[in-house]
C-alpha cells in the first residue's frame, strides 16, 4: 500500500446550512418534525428560508462538516460531492477551500439549486432539519474522483447521500476503490430515518466494505430493528471490525478487537446547538485512528469536537480543535 496524500477523504451531500432560532410553537405551525431530518422539495425549501429568523448561511452537509472538523485539527483532508453552478454553491466551495480543504467536483450546470437544510434551533439546543437535498444527490459515479480516493488513507462515506439510486452506486464504487487500493473505509449512518429507508443497503455495506461505522444510539436500534440498545451494539460488534455509537450527554462506546468501552462525554457550559455534534465527534475520532491513537482516545477527541461545536450556533468549529487537543494534553 502506497503512502497516502490525505488522512481522510469524505464523500458526500454538499449542502449549504441556513441556521435560525425558533420555539416548538413555530415548529408546529409548519409542520416541522422536531430534533429530526425531514426532506423537502425546492418550494418548501423557499418558503422555510423566507420564515427563518435572522439565519445564519453557512457551508453543512455532515460529510463535508467532519472534513471541515478534521482540518481543524490540523488533519490533511479533502472532500468530494455535488454542487450546482450557483451563489450556494460557489459559497460551498470558497468555504471548503478557506478551510484547507480540497474540493474540486465539477459542478452542476442545469438541474436543481445547491442543497440546503433549513435548520430550526430550539431553545433546549435542539435542532430540526429540513433538507433539499437539490443538486448534491445528482451526483454520480462520474463524479468519485478515482485518484482522490486512492489518495486516502481513510475513506469517509456519509450515509445521508443514499436516497438516489446513481448515488448510491457512486457511493459503492468509491468504497470499492478504496478497498482495492489498500485503504479503510468509514461509514457514518447519519439518520434513523434514513437508516429504515435503506436499511439493507446499510447492513451490506457495514457488512462487505466498512472498517469504522459512526453511528448514534437511536441509529444502531434502527438498524437491527431492536429496542434493546446492548442487542444492537453486540450485533454490530459482530459485523464490523470498528465502531464508535454516541449517546449524547452518557458520551460514547467504542470497539475494535476486545470489549466495547465506554468514554464520557466532555462537560459543556451550554448547549446552543446540537447541529454537528455527530459530525464533529467522527472527525476528532478519525483524526486519532489515522494517527494509530487507543480508541478511547480518538472518542476522547471526538467528545472535544462535539462539546465545542454544541457551545455555538453551527456546525463548525469556531475554535481550533488542535488546540484544545494540545491544552487537554492529548498531544503536544
Known sequence: MS????????????????LARADDAFLAQHGIAKDAMSLIEEPRAQLL????????????GSGANTIAGLASFGASAAYIGKIADDD??????????????????????????????II??????????????????????????????????IL????????????????????EIAKAAGRKVAITLSDSFCVDRHRASFRQLVCGYADIVFANEAEIKA???TDDFEAALSALH???????????????????????????????????????AGDQYAAGFLF?????????????????????????????????????AEKAGIFG
Open 3 to 18: 503512502s497516502a496524500k490525505f488522512d481522510v477523504v469524505g464523500l458526500g451531500n454538499a449542502i449549504v446550512d441556513v
Open 49 to 60: 428560508t423566507a420564515h427563518a429568523l435572522n439565519p445564519v448561511v453557512t457551508s453543512g
Open 88 to 117: 450556494l454553491g460557489h459559497q460551498f466551495m470558497r468555504e471548503m477551500m478557506a478551510a484547507g480543504v480540497p474540493f474540486h467536483t465539477r459542478p452542476l450546470t442545469d438541474g436543481p439549486a445547491t442543497a440546503r437544510s
Open 120 to 153: 430550526f434551533v430550539t431553545d433546549d439546543g435542539h435542532r430540526s432539519m429540513n433538507t433539499f437535498l437539490g443538486a448534491s444527490v445528482l451526483f454520480s459515479r462520474a463524479d468519485v474522483d478515482a485518484q482522490m480516493v486512492r489518495d486516502g488513507s
Open 156 to 175: 469517509y462515506l456519509e450515509g445521508y447521500l443514499f436516497d438516489k439510486d446513481e448515488a448510491k452506486a457512486a457511493f459503492v464504487n468509491a468504497a
Open 223 to 225: 438498524l437491527y430493528e
Open 238 to 276: 459482530s459485523e464490523c471490525a470498528v465502531a464508535a455509537v454516541t449517546r449524547s450527554e452518557k458520551g460514547s462506546v467504542v470497539f475494535g478487537d476486545g470489549a466495547p468501552v465506554e468514554v464520557p462525554a466532555e462537560p459543556v457550559s451550554q448547549v446552543v446547538d446540537t447541529t454537528g
Open 288 to 324: 486519532g485512528f489515522a494517527r494509530g491513537l487507543p480508541l478511547a482516545t480518538c472518542a476522547r477527541l471526538g467528545h472535544i469536537a462535539a462539546a465545542e461545536v454544541i457551545s455555538h450556533f453551527g456546525p463548525r468549529p469556531e475554535q481550533s480543535y488542535k488546540a484544545l
